[in-house]
Structures are given as C-alpha cells and as structure tokens.
C-alpha cells in the first residue's frame, strides 16, 4: 500500500542508548524487557506523539514495565518509534505488541545503504499478541533504493515501528471500508527480543498464505474480526445491517506472475455468495463470485485468472487486460448480503491461499 512508502521518511541520523542481556548459551540472545529507562526507543523526529514507560499493570505484558506510544492519528499524520542499534547476528525478531484500536502496525528496518525492509501485521487491539519475524519476512517498501536485494542485518542503521493503519484508514476514501479511525491512539510494547535463528515454517513456494506464522497479514473491513485459530485464519461478523463484510490481503507485485489462477481453502458457517476480488497496480480489479458455505466443512475452490471480469467501477483505469504479474491485493468478500443470499451474520475459516500453475 502506499502507505507503506511513507516509512522513507524515517531519519535515522541521531544517537541512542542500546541495552543489551547477553546470557552464556552458545546461541547468543538479547532482550529488551523495559524494565530499565535506557531502552533505546524514541520518536521519529517530526512525528507525532509522546513515548513513555508505564506501571500499569493491564498494560504490562511481563515485569513491572513496557513501552507506551501515545499519538493522534490523521491524514498525512506519521506514526513512527525509532531504534538506532540492533543485533547484527540477529536472524529474526520476537516481541509482544498491544494497540488500543484495531490496525495494521509496519516493523522496519533501514540499512546503512538506504536500502529499507518492512513487514506488516493486524494487531486487533485491546489485546496483546505475540509477533515473531524472520528475515524472509521482511519485503523491500516501495520507494526503498534497490541494493543488493537482501536484509543485511550487520549493515542495519535503525529498526522502528509505524502504525500504518493510523494513516491510511484516515483517508476519507477509505473510511467507508474502515470505518471513522481519527483521534488519539496507544500501542505498547514489551519484551522485545532479538533471535538468533529464524522461527522454522514450512517452505511452500506456491503458498500465498498457509497462516503458519503468529500473526496475520489480512486486513478487515469495519465490523469484521479476524484472528488466528491454529494454522487457519477465523473471519467473523455479526451486524444488525448489511455492509461489506470483507478481509483483504496486499501482496507484493510479481509474486503472481506466472500462474493461472488462484485456490482458496475455507469452511463457511452459513450458505453465501463470495466474491474473489483481485486489484492490479493500475487499479483495475476483476472479480468472481462462488456459492460457497452452508455445513462448515473445508470446501476447496479454484479459480483460473481468465474467469475474472473487470469490475465496472475501475474500467478504463488501465489496459482492460489482467496481469498476474501486476496483481498487489487479494480480498474475498461476502456479496450473497446483496443478493439476497446471505446474512450480515456469519463465520469463516479460512485456511489456506495458493497459487494455480
């Protein structure tokens, strides 16, 4: 998203106090557990907001401390919070992360090349989640100098966190996907720890999602809630009116290139018609829709690309043609509301995304 390319704005120019727990193991292992001031954690300068220690216990996730970011969100508002030093010989990331609102959080990393890294989650707020990241994690943003196409950790000038939902969902387009998302916000964080060897997950090349990490990488539209229900994503909504009852998925351009469609693995609690939605780098979408769901059992569904129509809201925008190649975001939506068909109630689990060679 292009929110995403807003982390270019990061200065990492400034001096900071690094505190670091060695133990005597032969894997090394550093953690930040804020029980002490000199964390390291700051503000990036010119953004907003104030960051401090808490004793509050419904706010600690362990200890007596953890690190509290107060801020206001808004259009062309950033949130950011700065780490100068990180572990070179780290392979991966593990920390505990808490928002009061609902949103996507970036963790980013800057190179001393000016090469940048992120990786994005859903924190559903008012909860804390674990969030455990490897290197293979991390994607290059989008306005990020191409280097040598690799996180280099030994070469690492900063690490920080941005609540990117804080800016994108305060953008009137898509506050009627959203919801209204202004005013002030927190997110804590506590026990933050660098890994010396990457969390093991099963290399799937044509995977798009197999939820196998801790955390999920799908955006909800307002009155959806997502959460992770073991190796599956549980997608849930329970509303007294229609909406659009959606999750969407961006994913970086190229990764499709070559396939000829795409296979969803779901069980859906009551009968619907759902939507497979697909949105090009120029704006097209293009679309499908299944009968789908009814006896909550695990249904399979395969659809090839040149099943797809254009969207009539987006002809024009580009070619008219759809290119794998150029697909950045996957989303199912639940339309049988609209027909007819549906409920404005109703559960999913979905459990898994992969492509079709």
């Known amino acids: 998203m292009r929110a995403y390319a807003l982390l270019g704005l990061m200065t990492l120019g400034w001096m900071a106090l690094g505190e670091s727990i060695g133990n005597a193991q032969q894997d090394p292992r550093s953690v930040i557990d804020f029980e002490k001031s000199d964390h390291g954690w700051f503000v990036l300068p010119g953004a907003d907001g104030k960051l401090e220690l808490t004793t509050n216990a419904v706010d600690v996730k362990s200890g007596k401390q953890a690190l509290q970011y107060t801020y206001i969100a808004g259009k062309d508002v950033l949130n950011v919070i700065l780490r100068l030093e990180a572990e070179p010989w780290a392979e991966g990331f593990r920390f505990w992360i808490k928002t009061s609102r609902p949103t996507i959080v970036a963790f980013a ?22 969030v455990t990241l490897a290197l293979s994690d991390f994607e290059r943003a989008e306005d990020s100098p191409r280097q040598n196409g690799k996180l280099d950790m030994q070469d690492v000038a ?31 964080l506590d026990d933050f720890e660098f890994l010396s060897k990457a969390p093991p997950r099963p290399q799937r090349p044509d995977s798009v999602d197999d939820f196998q990490r801790d955390y999920l990488t799908w955006i909800p539209t307002q009155g959806v809630q997502i959460r992770k229900e073991g ?31 795409i296979q969803v693995s779901l069980s859906v609690r009551n009968m619907t018609v759902l939507a497979l939605v697909v949105e090009e780098e ?14 909550e059992k695990t249904e399979s569904y395969q659809v090839l690309w040149n099943a797809l129509t254009i969207t009539d809201d987006t002809k024009g925008k580009g070619d008219g043609k759809l290119d794998p190649a ?12 609209f027909m007819e068909m549906g409920t404005p109630s109703n559960r999913w689990v979905v459990r898994s995304v992969q492509k079709v060679r």
């Open 109 to 130: 990393v800057s190179e001393e090349s000016e090469e940048r890294w992120q990786a994005a989650f859903w924190v559903g707020g008012n909860q804390w989640q674990q």
């Open 158 to 188: 900063g690490i920080g966190f941005v609540d990117v939902g804080a800016l994108f969902f305060a953008n009137p387009e898509v506050a009627i996907l959203f919801g209204e998302q202004k005013g002030t916000r927190m997110l804590w």
């Open 231 to 261: 190796n599956a994503m549980r997608v849930e909504y329970d509303s007294p009116i229609p909406g659009i009852f959606a999750v969407l998925k961006p994913i970086p351009v190229g990764s499709l290139k070559g396939t000829r469609g």
């Open 282 to 295: 120029d704006g097209e979408r293009w679309q499908v829709t299944s009968e789908i769901g009814g006896e």
């Open 326 to 337: 150029k697909i950045k975001l996957v989303s199912l939506i639940d339309v049988g509301i």
